[in-house]
Nanobody
């Protein structure tokens, strides 16, 4: 069964860093686009950082551009989200998901993604 599992969340002070991992089982990540999304209480789910299957195309939410970096290592079936200079407004549950169609115009479009993980909580607070 195709499944994505996120890990790496936690509590961090403003200005700190975290690295999230998204590992696939039951299918290969090498053929799909992968996105990191987040959802804060009372807000809609939004695309944070997304990467094409080849890694050649990336898309970032404006508010995280320059602070977050998405990367993929198809050999170990894992995609990472390095988050630096974290702010309280980054607090949310972070999810990863896959788009098997891998269409570049759909990078980070929530409705295009499937096989959602269970999410990992990121809390930025002093």
């Amino acid at each position: 069964q195709a499944q994505l599992v996120e890990s790496g969340g936690g509590l961090v002070q403003p200005g700190g860093s975290l690295r999230l991992s998204c590992t696939a089982s039951g299918f290969s990540l090498g053929y799909v686009a992968i996105g990191w999304f987040r959802q804060a209480p009372g807000k809609e789910r939004e695309g944070v950082a997304c990467i094409s299957s080849s890694g050649g195309s990336e898309k970032y939410l404006d508010s995280v551009n320059g602070r977050f970096t998405i990367s993929r290592y198809n050999a170990n079936n894992t995609v990472y989200l390095q988050m630096n200079s974290l702010k309280p407004e980054d607090t949310a549950v972070y999810y990863c998901a896959a788009d098997p169609a891998n269409l570049l115009y759909r990078l980070c479009v929530v409705s295009a993604y499937h096989h959602w993980g269970q999410g990992t909580q990121v809390t930025v607070s002093s």
